[in-house]
């Protein structure tokens, strides 16, 4: 389900009177965004990606309205894949465009919306791996996510009180007051970062990684 932008309005109003609510609905959008950024709330599984032999660039399709901020996880037969950074798959495995292997083990997120998987496939292999993706809404939605409503209205209220209130030079300019309502968007966001820490046990994704051979580097023959 998706609702619009204006779903805001009436919550808005009575504490920026005259706002428009085409301002208001762009606004919006952009608390919305910057929550899905910041808290990373925003997460649904795609369809599996078919592994070609030979290729190791896919093409990420986000729903409609959204874009990928970033990749939650991504899974090849219940086995997770590691992700790197250009910078790492460069310094510790250089020749990773030419690696082959049937089981993919790493992955970068080379655009917004295009993976790059090491080693390449030696075989095709329907519906191979398994992602889910963290989102936010595209700049040109229209719609967005009723989970972020009902979940986060007060986060995202707050939020947009903060931008708006902050406009210079506005009937409804308060900036002793958006400050304060920044100060509880930024307290919403360390909440929901604290409660998502503790329903995954309190552990943080570490990228550490030594090319495909492990920590020294090498590479394995097997590979």
């Avoid at 967005?144 to 986060?152: T, V």
């Avoid at 995954?200 to 570490?206: H, I, L, M, R, S």
């Amino acid at each position: 389900m998706a609702k619009d932008y204006d779903v805001f309005v009436p919550h808005i109003l009575p504490l920026c009177p005259g706002a428009p609510d085409f301002l208001i609905e762009r606004v919006a959008r952009d608390a919305i965004i910057e929550l899905c950024q910041d808290a990373r709330v925003l997460r649904r599984q795609i369809d599996p990606i078919t592994l070609v032999v030979g290729e190791y660039e896919y093409d990420l399709e986000p729903p409609a309205n959204t874009v990928v901020h970033d990749i939650d996880y991504i899974s090849y037969k219940g086995d997770l894949l590691k992700p790197v950074t250009a910078r790492m798959l460069e310094r510790d495995t250089p020749d990773w465009r030419s690696r082959t292997s049937s089981r993919p083990r790493l992955y970068m997120k080379y655009k917004p919306d295009t993976l790059i998987v090491v080693p390449k496939p030696t075989a095709t292999v329907a519906d191979a791996l398994d992602i889910s993706l963290i989102l936010k809404p595209s700049r040109s939605s229209i719609t967005f996510d009723d989970e972020l409503f009902e979940e986060y209205f007060d986060t995202i209220v707050n939020n947009i009180l903060a931008r708006l209130m902050r406009m210079p030079k506005k009937d409804w300019t308060d900036k002793q007051s958006s400050a304060e309502y920044y100060a509880l968007y930024h307290s919403d966001i360390e909440r929901i970062r604290r409660e998502a820490r503790k329903a995954t046990g309190g552990v943080a994704p570490v990228v550490s990684y030594g090319g495909i051979g492990g920590a020294s580097g090498k590479l394995s023959d097997s590979w």
